[in-house]
């Protein structure tokens, strides 16, 4: 009898064991960095830090005609398909679009490719107005994840301040725009193997 409570013990153990290592809990980071274009001085090209996410370089060039966007060393933006002289725009998604692999579109910015945002000659999307939204981004490793933002615009200076974001800790798992908590379904996994552990545990008993 003392072998089979045993034997529930480690099969509720490696249940919980199970749920964890499925569980897709994002993983938050802070920004809070500022970026201004047209009608100011030049400003050098930036690396952002977005935690174990990576980074991402920013380059207010001195034309006044755009931001530029990358990802050094690996990952993607997300973006839309229009473009100008091979610079894709950056999709902007709306709070509660899932950011996937089913909603990239047909190009993602590959490593070192500038992307950009025109703000001063001819722009695509939501680019031209002030507005607030969420970019969207893909690891080297497969993760997805978001940086909330808020755009103004006001003739030709633009302004663009990166607030905070997060990143899904499983590859692959898609995100929700603004949402920095597990995903129910996941919840639901991680207290079905719990809950086996503690029924266990009172069989032993």
Known sequence: MKTKSFAQVIAGLALALQATAVFAAPITFSINQTFSQGGVADLPETVVGIGGAGNFAVDPGASGQFFDFKRPGGGTFSTIN????????LRSYASGDV???GNFGNHVSPVDDWDTILVNGATAGVWGSSHSGFLGFETASNNFGWIAYDFTK???LSIIHFLDGAYNNVAGESIVAGNAVPEPA???LLGLGLAG???SRRKKA
Do not use: D, K, V
């Not at 229009?82 to 725009?89: A, D, L, R, W």
């Open 82 to 89: 229009t473009q100008i002289s091979g610079y894709y725009f």
């Open 99 to 101: 950011i996937g692999t």
């Open 154 to 156: 006001s003739g030709a």
């Open 186 to 188: 996941s919840l639901a």
């Open 197 to 199: 552990f503690g029924f």
